[in-house]
């Protein structure tokens, strides 16, 4: 069963910091690219970042110099730091795995057919 979970959400001050996790399970992330999102309440869903299978990174204008994804293979692991972290990023956060194996990976949720359950981000003094 192909699966995604995160975790390492939290409450954090602003400025703050928050390493997120997304573990995969069923499949491996050197074949597969992967994708995160946030959702924050009466809002859609927008694209965060993204990694190909081959390293290769994406990242949406608002998170730009602040957030970095990377992975480790050995533990099929994506990671999103998450650096000067404002109000504005409060949101539950989903990571998941493109549908297609591109050398290219996507920040539209239309691409993405795994999702997790999602970790809950909150920015707040």
């Known amino acids: 069963q192909l699966q995604l979970v995160e975790s390492g959400g939290g409450l954090v001050q602003p400025g703050g910091s928050l390493r997120l996790s997304c573990t995969a399970s069923?499949?491996?992330?050197?074949?597969?690219?992967i994708g995160w999102f946030r959702q924050a309440p009466g809002k859609e869903r927008e694209g965060v970042s993204c990694?190909?299978?081959?390293?290769?990174?994406m990242y949406g204008n608002s998170v730009k110099g602040r957030f970095a994804i990377r992975r480790d293979i050995a533990r099929n692991t994506v990671y999103l730091q998450m650096n000067s972290l404002n109000p504005a990023d409060t949101a539950q956060y989903f990571c998941?795995?493109?549908?297609?194996?591109?050398?290219?990976?996507?920040?539209?949720?239309?691409?993405?057919?795994?999702w997790g359950q999602g970790t809950q981000v909150t920015v707040s003094s």
């Open positions: 998941a795995k493109k549908a297609e194996n591109t050398p290219w990976c996507s920040l539209s949720l239309i691409d993405y057919d795994i």
């Open positions: 069923g499949f491996t992330l050197d074949v597969h690219n």
């Open positions: 990694i190909t299978r081959t390293g290769g990174t």
